[in-house]
């Protein structure tokens, strides 16, 4: 049978993640490994506990397909308590879903339709690409511009913005903390972008998932508080980063009502409802003192101020990360090539992995990630140090030479 009978048009052009890519690379060649994002620690321990509970206390048949009631109680009351999101219906605006990654899916899926134009910024998360691509829409892309003379953080062009919507523009996807630039979108910029929307009639959603890894003076702006975009917004979070549990795969949208409808209408159907006692558990995470989100904000600042020293040392200029834990790193004086040249060197030789960023752009955008490398900091500092040791050495004799 060819490979033309056997795949479906819409997986055809989708090769394996870069992510899969790299960490077989990590693996072959003994290096550390700083590309995928996820922690090499596990979340709180009053957690685990939780779920154990929660299974040996028998909640482990299926939930509701909108999410076990108290969770999405806990969602509710932790917008309020962190974001100054008021009003969140636990029964009307919650849907637990299975991760981030499925409710992007779903709200593709319940909002947008073939044919219609979906506004992103590049570089982008690289599941939204490929999500636009299954509901048959056109993908719009603005580029996010490096720090320069005028702009001290990652910024966009409002022009550009403006000339990216049109009549058939459905859908805006933002992302805040980004991936991977690090960038916290102001309150401000998020004005620019509600009235644009508004004038369109435009809805968005906003991935947060990096909503608790932001580092002053930045400060998180949950999009659907910001006037104009309360009633158009589908905010998409998960618990994997802010907890450390990447692995449980549990996200949730909070959305007006009417929106909440559409994406539960996708859900319940795509994997119908998650993990019960892994939900449980997350209300309990949810609700964890201020202590416990100020640690983690507090250790992942050490973290990101190790990699960057790290970096510095081994000849890297990088890029200051406002929030997420990801570094874009300038890799153009290396003379070892474009990005996935680099990468390829770096896990190869250096023994160390990172995320060529080109593939976050679409490809006639790519040249714009072609001098920069990716760096995770969700890592133990023994292995931030070894990483920084290998690259320290690896990189920099080269250069003398
Ligand atoms: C921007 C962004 N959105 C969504 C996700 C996926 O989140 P989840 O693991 O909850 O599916 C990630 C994970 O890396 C991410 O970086």
Same mark, same amino acid.
């Not at 692995?247 to 949730?252: A, F, L, S, Y």
């Given at each position: 049978?060819?490979?033309?009978?056997?795949?479906?048009?819409?997986?055809?052009?989708?090769?394996?993640?870069?992510?899969?890519?790299?960490?077989?690379?990590?693996?072959?060649?003994?290096?550390?490994?700083?590309?995928?994002?996820?922690?090499?620690?596990?979340?709180?321990?009053?957690?685990?506990?939780?779920?154990?509970?929660?299974?040996?206390?028998?909640?482990?048949?299926?939930?509701?397909?909108?999410?076990?009631?108290?969770?999405?109680?806990?969602?509710?009351?932790?917008?309020?308590?962190?974001?100054?999101?008021?009003?969140?219906?636990?029964?009307?605006?919650?849907?637990?879903?299975?991760?981030?990654?499925?409710?992007?899916?779903?709200?593709?899926?319940?909002?947008?339709?073939?044919?219609?134009?979906?506004?992103?910024?590049?570089?982008?998360?690289?599941?939204?690409?490929?999500?636009?691509?299954?509901?048959?829409?056109?993908?719009?892309?603005?580029?996010?511009?490096?720090?320069?003379?005028?702009?001290?953080?990652?910024?966009?062009?409002?022009?550009?913005?403006?000339?990216?919507?049109?009549?058939?523009?459905?859908?805006?996807?933002?992302?805040?903390?980004?991936?991977?630039?690090?960038?916290?979108?102001?309150?401000?910029?998020?004005?620019?972008?509600?009235?644009?929307?508004?004038?369109? !009639? %435009?809805?968005?959603?906003?991935?947060? &998932?990096?909503?608790?890894? /932001?580092? *002053?003076?930045?400060?998180? +702006?949950?999009? #659907?508080?910001?006037?104009?975009?309360?009633?158009?917004?589908?905010?998409?979070?998960?618990?994997?980063?802010?907890?450390?549990?990447?692995?449980?795969?549990?996200?949730?949208?909070?959305?007006?009502?009417?929106?909440?409808?559409?994406?539960?209408?996708?859900?319940?159907?795509?994997?119908?409802?998650?993990?019960?006692?892994?939900?449980?558990?997350?209300?309990?995470?949810?609700?964890?003192?201020?202590?416990?989100?100020?640690?983690?904000?507090?250790?992942?600042?050490?973290?990101?101020?190790?990699?960057?020293?790290?970096?510095?040392?081994?000849?890297?200029?990088?890029?200051?990360?406002?929030?997420?834990?990801?570094?874009?790193?300038?890799?153009?004086?290396?003379?070892?090539?474009? !990005? %996935?040249?680099?990468?390829?060197?770096? &896990?190869?030789?250096?023994? /160390?992995? *990172?995320?060529?960023?080109? +593939?976050?752009? #679409?490809?006639?955008?790519?040249?714009?990630?072609?001098?920069?490398?990716?760096?995770?900091?969700?890592?133990?500092?023994?292995?931030?140090?070894?990483?920084?040791?290998?690259?320290?050495?690896?990189?920099?004799?080269?250069?003398?030479?």
């Amino acid at each position: 049978m060819s490979s033309r009978q056997i795949l479906a048009s819409r997986v055809g052009p989708l090769g394996t993640t870069v992510f899969s890519e790299f960490s077989a690379l990590a693996l072959k060649h003994g290096a550390v490994n700083l590309g995928q994002g996820f922690p090499d620690f596990d979340g709180p321990d009053a957690v685990k506990e939780a779920a154990h509970q929660a299974i040996l206390s028998g909640i482990n048949q299926y939930a509701p397909s909108v999410g076990l009631k108290v969770l999405r109680e806990a969602i509710a009351e932790h917008g309020a308590r962190f974001h100054g999101q008021e009003g969140i219906d636990p029964d009307t605006m919650v849907t637990v879903t299975s991760g981030a990654t499925e409710a992007i899916f779903c709200v593709l899926l319940g909002l947008v339709d073939p044919g219609d134009e979906v506004v992103a910024f590049e570089p982008f998360y690289d599941s939204y690409d490929a999500n636009i691509a299954f509901v048959g829409a056109r993908p719009r892309y603005v580029p996010l511009r490096p720090p320069d003379a005028t702009h001290a953080t990652w910024w966009f062009d409002r022009d550009e913005v403006r000339a990216a919507f049109g009549p058939r523009t459905r859908l805006l996807i933002l992302n805040t903390p980004h991936n991977p630039t690090g960038k916290v979108f102001t309150r401000e910029e998020l004005a620019f972008l509600a009235e644009l929307c508004a004038e369109h !009639d %435009v809805k968005v959603l906003s991935d947060e &998932v990096y909503e608790h890894i /932001v580092f *002053a003076p930045a400060r998180h +702006v949950r999009a #659907a508080t910001v006037p104009g975009l309360a009633e158009r917004t589908v905010t998409v979070s998960s618990g994997g980063k802010s907890f450390s549990f990447t692995g449980w795969k549990v996200g949730w949208i909070i959305a007006p009502p009417a929106l909440r409808d559409a994406v539960q209408r996708a859900h319940q159907f795509v994997t119908f409802a998650t993990a019960s006692p892994l939900q449980a558990a997350m209300a309990v995470a949810l609700r964890l003192p201020d202590t416990y989100f100020e640690q983690l904000r507090a250790q992942y600042l050490a973290r990101r101020e190790r990699l960057l020293a790290g970096l510095a040392q081994a000849g890297l200029k990088a890029h200051v990360p406002e929030g997420s834990y990801f570094i874009l790193a300038d890799i153009s004086g290396q003379g070892l090539g474009d !990005d %996935v040249a680099f990468c390829r060197h770096l &896990v190869t030789r250096v023994g /160390v992995a *990172a995320i060529p960023p080109s +593939v976050f752009y #679409a490809p006639e955008h790519r040249h714009l990630g072609q001098g920069m490398a990716r760096f995770a900091f969700c890592k133990s500092d023994a292995i931030l140090d070894d990483a920084a040791r290998r690259l320290k050495d690896g990189l920099s004799p080269r250069r003398a030479g």
